[in-house]
Protein backbone atom coordinates (compact mmCIF):
# COMPACT_ATOMS: atom_id res chain seq x y z
CA UNK A 1 0.00 0.00 0.00
CA UNK A 2 3.11 2.11 0.83
CA UNK A 3 3.88 2.26 -2.48
CA UNK A 4 0.71 3.78 -4.62
CA UNK A 5 1.32 6.78 -7.28
CA UNK A 6 -1.11 9.06 -8.23
CA UNK A 7 -0.63 9.30 -11.65
CA UNK A 8 -2.50 12.64 -12.05
CA UNK A 9 0.70 14.20 -9.88
CA UNK A 10 3.06 11.84 -11.08
CA UNK A 11 2.82 11.88 -15.12
CA UNK A 12 2.97 14.52 -17.57
CA UNK A 13 -0.16 17.13 -17.49
CA UNK A 14 -0.95 16.07 -21.37
CA UNK A 15 -0.54 12.13 -20.65
CA UNK A 16 -3.11 12.31 -17.63
CA UNK A 17 -5.32 14.45 -19.74
CA UNK A 18 -5.31 11.76 -22.55
CA UNK A 19 -5.78 9.03 -19.98
CA UNK A 20 -8.81 10.64 -18.30
CA UNK A 21 -9.97 11.83 -21.83
CA UNK A 22 -10.29 8.01 -23.18
CA UNK A 23 -13.24 7.77 -20.34
CA UNK A 24 -16.86 8.46 -22.48
CA UNK A 25 -19.35 7.91 -20.38
CA UNK A 26 -20.22 10.47 -17.50
CA UNK A 27 -20.49 8.25 -14.74
CA UNK A 28 -16.85 7.39 -14.86
CA UNK A 29 -15.78 10.73 -14.96
CA UNK A 30 -17.49 11.96 -12.30
CA UNK A 31 -16.48 8.82 -10.47
CA UNK A 32 -12.89 10.68 -10.96
CA UNK A 33 -13.95 13.81 -9.52
CA UNK A 34 -14.84 11.96 -6.01
CA UNK A 35 -11.50 9.74 -5.79
CA UNK A 36 -9.75 12.84 -4.11
CA UNK A 37 -9.94 16.65 -3.69
CA UNK A 38 -7.28 16.94 -6.29
CA UNK A 39 -8.85 14.76 -9.14
CA UNK A 40 -11.61 17.03 -9.05
CA UNK A 41 -9.99 20.43 -9.19
CA UNK A 42 -8.27 18.42 -12.32
CA UNK A 43 -11.16 17.30 -13.94
CA UNK A 44 -12.72 21.04 -13.63
CA UNK A 45 -9.63 22.41 -14.21
CA UNK A 46 -9.00 21.02 -17.62
CA UNK A 47 -12.47 21.28 -18.34
CA UNK A 48 -13.18 17.41 -18.77
CA UNK A 49 -16.87 17.36 -18.90
CA UNK A 50 -17.19 19.84 -21.63
CA UNK A 51 -14.43 18.04 -23.75
CA UNK A 52 -17.17 15.16 -23.13
CA UNK A 53 -20.10 17.22 -24.60
CA UNK A 54 -18.01 18.51 -27.65
CA UNK A 55 -17.66 14.34 -28.33
CA UNK A 56 -20.91 13.62 -28.01
CA UNK A 57 -22.06 16.46 -29.32
CA UNK A 58 -19.76 18.89 -31.91
CA UNK A 59 -22.23 21.92 -32.57
CA UNK A 60 -21.25 22.82 -28.86
CA UNK A 61 -18.13 24.08 -30.53
CA UNK A 62 -20.36 27.68 -30.83
CA UNK A 63 -20.91 27.67 -27.24
CA UNK A 64 -18.90 30.84 -25.90
CA UNK A 65 -19.87 31.11 -22.36
CA UNK A 66 -22.36 29.28 -19.68
CA UNK A 67 -24.93 30.92 -18.03
CA UNK A 68 -26.93 30.00 -14.55
CA UNK A 69 -30.34 31.42 -14.18
CA UNK A 70 -29.61 31.15 -10.47
CA UNK A 71 -26.56 33.66 -10.51
CA UNK A 72 -27.44 35.97 -13.70
CA UNK A 73 -25.91 36.55 -16.81
CA UNK A 74 -22.06 37.91 -14.52
CA UNK A 75 -20.56 37.01 -10.90
CA UNK A 76 -19.89 40.07 -8.69
CA UNK A 77 -16.92 41.49 -9.31
CA UNK A 78 -14.39 41.73 -6.18
CA UNK A 79 -11.37 43.58 -6.30
CA UNK A 80 -8.50 41.55 -6.13
CA UNK A 81 -10.21 38.35 -6.69
CA UNK A 82 -9.40 36.99 -10.59
CA UNK A 83 -8.27 33.72 -9.84
CA UNK A 84 -11.15 32.83 -7.59
CA UNK A 85 -13.43 34.48 -10.25
CA UNK A 86 -11.51 32.06 -12.88
CA UNK A 87 -12.14 29.22 -10.50
CA UNK A 88 -16.03 30.17 -10.22
CA UNK A 89 -16.52 30.17 -13.77
CA UNK A 90 -14.84 26.45 -14.48
CA UNK A 91 -16.89 25.15 -11.74
CA UNK A 92 -20.19 26.76 -13.69
CA UNK A 93 -18.94 25.33 -16.42
CA UNK A 94 -18.14 21.76 -14.92
CA UNK A 95 -22.01 21.93 -13.50
CA UNK A 96 -23.37 22.78 -16.62
CA UNK A 97 -21.69 20.60 -19.12
CA UNK A 98 -22.02 17.61 -16.32
CA UNK A 99 -25.95 18.02 -16.87
CA UNK A 100 -25.52 18.29 -20.10
CA UNK A 101 -24.24 14.99 -20.55
CA UNK A 102 -26.31 13.47 -18.23
CA UNK A 103 -29.68 15.50 -20.34
CA UNK A 104 -28.67 14.01 -23.31
CA UNK A 105 -28.32 10.57 -22.70
CA UNK A 106 -31.20 10.30 -19.57
CA UNK A 107 -34.15 12.50 -20.39
CA UNK A 108 -37.20 11.07 -21.88
CA UNK A 109 -37.59 10.39 -25.51
CA UNK A 110 -40.26 11.40 -27.16
CA UNK A 111 -41.89 13.07 -30.06
CA UNK A 112 -40.47 16.60 -30.18
CA UNK A 113 -42.89 18.51 -32.46
CA UNK A 114 -44.10 21.93 -30.55
CA UNK A 115 -45.86 22.95 -33.21
CA UNK A 116 -45.82 23.13 -37.36
CA UNK A 117 -45.01 26.37 -38.81
CA UNK A 118 -45.32 26.71 -42.33
CA UNK A 119 -44.77 24.26 -45.68
CA UNK A 120 -42.79 25.54 -48.73
CA UNK A 121 -46.90 25.13 -50.69
CA UNK A 122 -49.99 24.38 -49.85
CA UNK A 123 -52.41 23.34 -52.10
CA UNK A 124 -55.79 23.73 -50.17
CA UNK A 125 -55.44 25.91 -46.96
CA UNK A 126 -56.77 25.02 -44.51
CA UNK A 127 -57.79 21.89 -45.38
CA UNK A 128 -54.68 20.19 -46.34
CA UNK A 129 -52.26 22.55 -44.20
CA UNK A 130 -49.18 21.40 -42.35
CA UNK A 131 -51.43 21.14 -39.44
CA UNK A 132 -53.15 17.84 -40.34
CA UNK A 133 -49.36 16.22 -40.01
CA UNK A 134 -49.56 15.86 -36.32
CA UNK A 135 -52.52 13.81 -36.27
CA UNK A 136 -51.56 10.14 -36.86
CA UNK A 137 -54.64 9.03 -38.40
CA UNK A 138 -55.25 9.64 -42.02
CA UNK A 139 -58.99 9.77 -41.53
CA UNK A 140 -60.37 12.28 -39.11
CA UNK A 141 -64.31 12.47 -38.77
CA UNK A 142 -64.93 10.71 -41.77
CA UNK A 143 -62.64 13.64 -43.79
CA UNK A 144 -59.09 12.80 -45.50
CA UNK A 145 -56.39 14.04 -43.13
CA UNK A 146 -53.39 15.53 -44.70
CA UNK A 147 -50.97 17.43 -45.98
CA UNK A 148 -50.54 18.66 -50.03
CA UNK A 149 -47.83 20.80 -51.88
CA UNK A 150 -48.95 22.45 -54.81
CA UNK A 151 -48.84 20.49 -58.38
CA UNK A 152 -45.83 21.01 -60.40
CA UNK A 153 -45.09 20.08 -63.85
CA UNK A 154 -41.41 19.43 -63.12
CA UNK A 155 -41.04 15.97 -60.70
CA UNK A 156 -37.35 17.69 -59.68
CA UNK A 157 -38.97 20.39 -57.67
CA UNK A 158 -38.82 20.14 -53.89
CA UNK A 159 -41.55 21.12 -50.91
CA UNK A 160 -40.32 22.22 -47.50
CA UNK A 161 -42.12 21.49 -43.80
CA UNK A 162 -40.95 23.52 -41.14
CA UNK A 163 -41.31 22.56 -37.23
CA UNK A 164 -41.04 24.40 -34.13
CA UNK A 165 -39.65 21.81 -31.43
CA UNK A 166 -40.34 21.52 -27.82
CA UNK A 167 -37.14 23.79 -26.70
CA UNK A 168 -33.89 25.34 -27.65
CA UNK A 169 -32.09 22.51 -27.40
CA UNK A 170 -33.12 18.76 -28.40
CA UNK A 171 -31.49 15.88 -29.23
CA UNK A 172 -32.63 13.85 -32.51
CA UNK A 173 -32.30 10.72 -32.91
CA UNK A 174 -35.08 10.04 -35.63
CA UNK A 175 -37.59 11.62 -37.64
CA UNK A 176 -40.57 9.78 -39.72
CA UNK A 177 -42.58 10.15 -42.04
CA UNK A 178 -45.73 8.56 -43.52
CA UNK A 179 -46.65 9.64 -47.34
CA UNK A 180 -50.22 10.25 -48.29
CA UNK A 181 -52.38 7.40 -50.11
CA UNK A 182 -55.20 8.86 -51.31
CA UNK A 183 -57.60 6.48 -50.93
CA UNK A 184 -60.64 8.46 -52.67
CA UNK A 185 -58.65 8.35 -56.07
CA UNK A 186 -58.62 5.50 -58.74
CA UNK A 187 -55.53 3.19 -58.31
CA UNK A 188 -55.08 4.53 -54.72
CA UNK A 189 -52.24 6.48 -55.68
CA UNK A 190 -49.10 7.46 -53.44
CA UNK A 191 -47.98 10.66 -52.86
CA UNK A 192 -44.52 10.00 -51.84
CA UNK A 193 -41.41 11.91 -52.35
CA UNK A 194 -37.96 10.14 -54.03
CA UNK A 195 -35.76 11.18 -50.76
CA UNK A 196 -35.57 13.41 -47.80
CA UNK A 197 -33.28 15.69 -46.01
CA UNK A 198 -33.07 17.45 -42.69
CA UNK A 199 -32.06 20.53 -41.47
CA UNK A 200 -31.79 22.09 -38.10
CA UNK A 201 -30.64 25.65 -36.50
CA UNK A 202 -32.25 28.45 -35.43
CA UNK A 203 -34.15 31.88 -37.15
CA UNK A 204 -31.77 34.84 -37.30
CA UNK A 205 -34.75 37.45 -35.73
CA UNK A 206 -37.92 35.72 -34.69
CA UNK A 207 -40.47 33.81 -36.45
CA UNK A 208 -43.65 35.45 -37.79
CA UNK A 209 -45.30 33.27 -40.06
CA UNK A 210 -49.18 33.95 -40.96
CA UNK A 211 -51.52 30.93 -41.01
CA UNK A 212 -51.47 30.07 -44.55
CA UNK A 213 -49.06 31.76 -46.02
CA UNK A 214 -45.87 29.98 -47.21
CA UNK A 215 -42.51 30.31 -46.53
CA UNK A 216 -40.04 30.00 -49.30
CA UNK A 217 -36.64 31.97 -48.19
CA UNK A 218 -35.49 29.46 -46.08
CA UNK A 219 -31.75 29.80 -46.43
CA UNK A 220 -31.58 33.69 -45.93
CA UNK A 221 -34.09 33.78 -42.64
CA UNK A 222 -32.26 30.90 -40.88
CA UNK A 223 -28.90 30.05 -39.29
CA UNK A 224 -28.71 25.83 -40.31
CA UNK A 225 -26.23 24.02 -37.94
CA UNK A 226 -27.13 20.50 -39.41
CA UNK A 227 -27.42 19.19 -42.38
CA UNK A 228 -28.59 15.15 -43.08
CA UNK A 229 -27.30 13.38 -45.21
CA UNK A 230 -30.31 12.12 -48.14
CA UNK A 231 -32.64 9.27 -47.69
CA UNK A 232 -34.07 7.43 -49.54
CA UNK A 233 -38.35 7.45 -49.54
CA UNK A 234 -39.93 4.64 -49.96
CA UNK A 235 -43.49 4.70 -52.07
CA UNK A 236 -45.23 2.87 -49.58
CA UNK A 237 -48.36 3.86 -47.35
CA UNK A 238 -46.75 3.36 -43.90
CA UNK A 239 -44.61 5.37 -41.38
CA UNK A 240 -41.02 5.50 -42.81
CA UNK A 241 -38.61 6.14 -40.22
CA UNK A 242 -35.01 7.91 -40.86
CA UNK A 243 -32.73 7.21 -37.93
CA UNK A 244 -29.27 9.68 -38.08
CA UNK A 245 -25.91 8.10 -38.08
CA UNK A 246 -25.35 9.75 -34.79
CA UNK A 247 -27.88 11.35 -32.25
CA UNK A 248 -27.70 15.32 -33.38
CA UNK A 249 -27.91 18.26 -31.12
CA UNK A 250 -30.51 20.83 -32.68
CA UNK A 251 -29.36 24.14 -31.47
CA UNK A 252 -32.28 26.96 -31.91
CA UNK A 253 -34.98 23.93 -31.61
CA UNK A 254 -36.15 24.32 -35.69
CA UNK A 255 -36.15 21.36 -38.24
CA UNK A 256 -36.75 21.67 -41.65
CA UNK A 257 -37.87 18.28 -43.45
CA UNK A 258 -36.86 19.02 -47.14
CA UNK A 259 -38.79 16.38 -49.49
CA UNK A 260 -36.74 16.09 -52.76
CA UNK A 261 -38.21 15.08 -55.65
CA UNK A 262 -41.80 13.52 -56.74
CA UNK A 263 -42.45 10.08 -58.27
CA UNK A 264 -46.84 10.41 -58.53
CA UNK A 265 -48.69 12.36 -61.13
CA UNK A 266 -52.49 13.13 -60.33
CA UNK A 267 -54.41 11.76 -63.43
CA UNK A 268 -56.89 15.35 -63.34
CA UNK A 269 -54.48 17.73 -63.76
CA UNK A 270 -51.29 15.99 -65.32
CA UNK A 271 -49.38 17.84 -62.31
CA UNK A 272 -46.75 16.29 -59.75
CA UNK A 273 -47.80 16.50 -55.77
CA UNK A 274 -45.89 15.08 -52.67
CA UNK A 275 -48.00 14.43 -49.65
CA UNK A 276 -47.52 13.72 -45.91
CA UNK A 277 -50.33 12.46 -43.51
CA UNK A 278 -48.28 12.32 -39.91
CA UNK A 279 -44.70 13.02 -39.28
CA UNK A 280 -42.78 12.24 -35.84
CA UNK A 281 -39.56 13.96 -34.81
CA UNK A 282 -38.24 12.00 -32.02
CA UNK A 283 -35.39 12.65 -29.33
CA UNK A 284 -35.29 14.22 -26.04
CA UNK A 285 -35.78 17.71 -25.14
CA UNK A 286 -33.50 19.47 -23.05
CA UNK A 287 -36.01 21.87 -22.01
CA UNK A 288 -36.76 23.43 -19.19
CA UNK A 289 -33.64 22.79 -18.27
CA UNK A 290 -31.28 24.72 -20.83
CA UNK A 291 -31.84 27.33 -23.66
CA UNK A 292 -29.82 29.15 -25.35
CA UNK A 293 -29.48 32.99 -25.65
CA UNK A 294 -28.44 35.37 -28.04
CA UNK A 295 -27.34 33.37 -31.03
CA UNK A 296 -25.21 34.97 -33.73
CA UNK A 297 -25.24 34.50 -37.51
CA UNK A 298 -21.74 32.96 -36.52
CA UNK A 299 -23.39 30.57 -35.30
CA UNK A 300 -22.42 31.07 -31.75
CA UNK A 301 -24.39 31.48 -28.68
CA UNK A 302 -24.48 31.49 -24.91
CA UNK A 303 -25.27 28.11 -23.13
CA UNK A 304 -28.23 28.90 -20.49
CA UNK A 305 -28.73 26.91 -17.47
CA UNK A 306 -32.43 27.14 -16.10
CA UNK A 307 -32.81 24.27 -13.87
CA UNK A 308 -30.63 21.46 -12.53
CA UNK A 309 -33.87 19.52 -12.00
CA UNK A 310 -34.56 16.48 -13.92
CA UNK A 311 -37.99 16.75 -16.16
CA UNK A 312 -41.06 15.68 -14.83
CA UNK A 313 -42.86 13.38 -17.45
CA UNK A 314 -45.48 15.57 -19.65
CA UNK A 315 -48.74 15.92 -18.60
CA UNK A 316 -50.59 14.79 -22.11
CA UNK A 317 -53.25 17.13 -22.36
CA UNK A 318 -50.51 19.92 -22.46
CA UNK A 319 -47.84 18.48 -24.84
CA UNK A 320 -49.70 19.79 -27.98
CA UNK A 321 -51.12 22.98 -26.94
CA UNK A 322 -49.24 25.07 -29.33
CA UNK A 323 -50.80 23.58 -31.52
CA UNK A 324 -54.05 23.59 -30.74
CA UNK A 325 -54.26 27.64 -29.99
CA UNK A 326 -53.40 27.53 -33.93
CA UNK A 327 -56.35 25.05 -34.57
CA UNK A 328 -58.12 27.13 -32.62
CA UNK A 329 -56.93 30.67 -34.18
CA UNK A 330 -57.91 28.55 -37.53
CA UNK A 331 -61.41 28.09 -36.68
CA UNK A 332 -61.87 31.33 -35.43
CA UNK A 333 -60.75 32.82 -39.01
CA UNK A 334 -62.59 30.64 -40.82
CA UNK A 335 -65.68 31.97 -38.89
CA UNK A 336 -65.26 35.28 -39.38
CA UNK A 337 -64.60 34.77 -42.91
CA UNK A 338 -60.68 35.01 -43.64
CA UNK A 339 -59.87 31.53 -44.51
CA UNK A 340 -62.20 29.21 -47.44
CA UNK A 341 -65.00 27.59 -45.26
CA UNK A 342 -64.83 23.70 -44.39
CA UNK A 343 -68.30 22.60 -44.83
CA UNK A 344 -68.82 19.43 -42.60
CA UNK A 345 -69.97 16.58 -44.68
CA UNK A 346 -72.15 13.44 -43.33
CA UNK A 347 -71.28 10.47 -45.21
CA UNK A 348 -74.01 8.04 -45.92
CA UNK A 349 -74.03 4.48 -47.26
CA UNK A 350 -74.29 5.69 -50.88
CA UNK A 351 -71.28 7.54 -50.27
CA UNK A 352 -69.29 4.73 -49.28
CA UNK A 353 -70.43 2.64 -52.55
CA UNK A 354 -69.44 5.91 -54.39
CA UNK A 355 -66.37 5.52 -56.95
CA UNK A 356 -66.02 9.23 -57.58
CA UNK A 357 -62.47 10.54 -57.92
CA UNK A 358 -61.62 13.31 -55.62
CA UNK A 359 -58.96 16.27 -56.98
CA UNK A 360 -56.24 16.59 -54.26
Request: with cysteine.
Amino acid sequence: MENRIDFVNWLDPDMSIQILTCLDDLSDLLRVTCVSRCWRQYVIANGLCRQLCLRMFPQLSKVVHVVEQRYGTKEPAEVGSSNFMEWQNLEREHRAYAFLARGCTTFPIRDLISEPICASSTDNYPEESIDNTLEPRDVVAQRASYWSSKGNSNPAEPEMLLYKLMGDLCVITEVSIQPFEAYFQWGLPIYSAKAVRFRMGHPKSPVDVPLGESYKDYENKFIWTYTSQEFPMAQENRLQTFKLPEPVLCIGGFLLIELLGRVQRQDMDGLFYICVSHVQIMGRSLSPAFGIESPEPSGKFALKVLSYAQPTPDDPSSIQSAYLRRRVGQIINILRGNAVDVVEYEWGEEDDESDDEFVL
